[in-house]
């Protein structure tokens, strides 16, 4: 098998062609690197690419090779990386112009976990500014486009890590999901995405958004590709005080478990107004495939998940106005010219933010100023208890809660860019997931009817129950078989 054509494959196939020493992963690399140059134009996934980096990380992986001195699965296989992680020595921008130019001292500890595993990372992808948005169009950069129509949005915030992996550049990515921002993207290119337990995954190195709902996690061609990557990066981090010590779970090690006996929980209310009706007959066909598969179907209420919207749009906001405070001109990235050191703080945001930023620090200032902290802030974090304390009910009845991902499939870039209501609404279904600290997986479960298009069905599962929820995404895999590749690029 040629190098082009292992690109179409899995992590695990091109493992096994590294192993066998039918290809390289020089040869590898530079067909990867060759099908970036070939496609990018026109997708807009990466902002950075590191071809010398890239070329040398996979010598040396040839050379640990020929030494019979392989680190693993990962070894020489190319990925590529959000560019909200800090990689040392390469630009690494949030998708920001404040941060242009910004080359980080050190690297984020996911970075220096693949590194490593003997990953070779093509460099940096697209994403929405500081992470916020649903459509990657707030990148202050360029848009990316979906692989399966390039008018259509890949979904955000990291949506040049799913469009690099269903456009076959790369094998694997890694991005971050605050309110779905691995989830919708994943949905809407027809990839796996997971989105760990809070605390799984260090946060050290990673550009901060909304620091008690930020979480990286990988996206994967496969359930088993995802498995791989996450527990590459996973595990305690003693620099990430929100870090867990909890031990990681071989993730691979029950991948093939099946769904005989998994009890699923269904949310009546992730079935009413408001979700497209060819996004549900597909999540209702994976429903039914897990009843063919021996798995019992539980209906569960999420009676509070109506308001998670307007709670997240109150902490994460409120923590980005704390967290965004940090970009004034003084220490790095941009700094306006200026006279005066007050003038300079205000025109260095003026010029550096995009319009979503502003929008929320004003949003996250607002509710944390005196007088409104208890009215708006406080409600919202009582409201997140309790959307915890629904899924705790939930999970005493099921071992896995399924549903759609987004309400739609891929809507048209610029459609929603206008109406932001409507683009936040569009993580509904992800953000519940978030606020209660819990892991998610969104896995391609068929094309919308109606329009060619993936649709997503996204399983969220217990604190720290990562491997359950990979068992039973795999089941539905092995069933429903893959999706074929986009026709976009």
């Known amino acids: ?82 560019d909200i992680f800090l990689t040392q020595g390469v630009p690494t921008t949030a ?49 990316c486009h979906n692989p399966w129509d390039l008018a259509r949005t890949p979904g955000g915030s990291s949506g040049g890590s799913a ?18 921002s691995i989830r919708e993207p994943a949905a809407f290119c027809g990839v796996v995405g997971v989105k760990p337990t809070y605390g799984r995954v260090s946060r050290f190195g990673v550009i ?24 590459a990066v996973a595990g305690h981090d003693p620099r990430d005080a929100t870090s867990s010590t909890r031990p990681v779970d071989d993730y691979l090690a029950g991948l093939e478990g099946g769904a005989a006996g998994l009890r699923v929980g269904v949310p009546r209310e992730w079935f009413q107004e408001g979700l497209e009706p060819g996004v549900e007959r597909a999540v209702r066909g994976a429903l039914a495939a897990y009843e063919r598969l021996g798995a019992k179907l539980v209906e569960v209420s999420l009676p509070h998940a109506k308001y998670a919207v307007a709670a997240y749009y109150l902490i994460a906001p409120a923590e980005a106005s ?32 995009g319009p979503e930023p502003k929008r929320r620090i004003m949003l996250g200032t607002y509710a944390l100023s005196a007088g409104y902290y208890d009215a708006y ?17 939930a999970f005493a009845r099921c071992d896995v809660v399924a549903g759609p991902v987004t309400p739609t499939a891929a809507f048209r870039l610029g459609e929603k860019v206008d109406d932001p209501l409507q683009m936040y609404l569009a993580d509904i279904y992800t953000i519940p997931c978030n606020l209660a600290a819990l892991p998610g997986l969104s896995l391609p479960c068929g094309l919308h009817e109606g329009q060619g298009l993936p649709v997503g069905l996204q399983l969220v599962g217990r604190p720290f129950d990562e491997a359950t929820l990979l068992r039973a995404a795999r089941a539905l895999e092995r069933e429903q078989g893959p999706l074929p590749a986009p026709a976009g690029v």
């Open 1 to 82: 098998m040629s190098a082009a054509e292992l690109l179409s494959g899995s992590i695990q196939e091109a493992a096994a062609a590294l192993d066998d020493r039918t290809v390289s992963s020089l040869e590898l690399t530079q067909a990867a690197l060759a099908r970036v140059a070939e496609t990018d134009g026109r997708l807009g996934a990466f902002l950075a690419v590191t071809p010398e980096r890239a070329l040398d990380a996979a010598r040396a992986s040839d050379a640990r090779r020929a030494r019979g001195d392989a680190r693993g699965p990962l070894d020489g296989v190319p990925v590529a990386l959000k």
């Open 95 to 143: 998708g920001s112009r404040i941060l242009e130019g910004y080359v980080p001292p050190y690297d984020a500890t996911v970075v220096e976990r693949l590194q490593a595993a003997g990953a070779v990372s093509l460099g940096k992808l697209n994403m929405d500014e500081f992470a916020m948005g649903s459509s990657n169009e707030n990148s202050a950069y360029k848009p």
């Open 163 to 180: 469009a690099a992996v269903a456009a076959r550049q790369v094998f694997g990515t890694l991005g971050t999901d605050t309110g779905g």
């Open 208 to 231: 901060a958004f909304a620091s008690s709902l930020d979480q990286p996690g990988p996206f994967g061609k496969t359930v088993a590709d995802a498995a791989l990557l996450l527990g």
């Open 322 to 353: 704390s967290n965004l405070a940090r970009y004034d001109g003084v220490r790095y990235g941009l700094r306006a010219k200026a006279s005066a050191l007050k003038e300079m703080y205000a025109e260095t945001r003026e010029q550096g933010f």
């Open 377 to 393: 802030y406080l409600r919202a974090q009582k409201v997140r208890t309790l959307i915890r304390r629904d899924f705790d009910e």
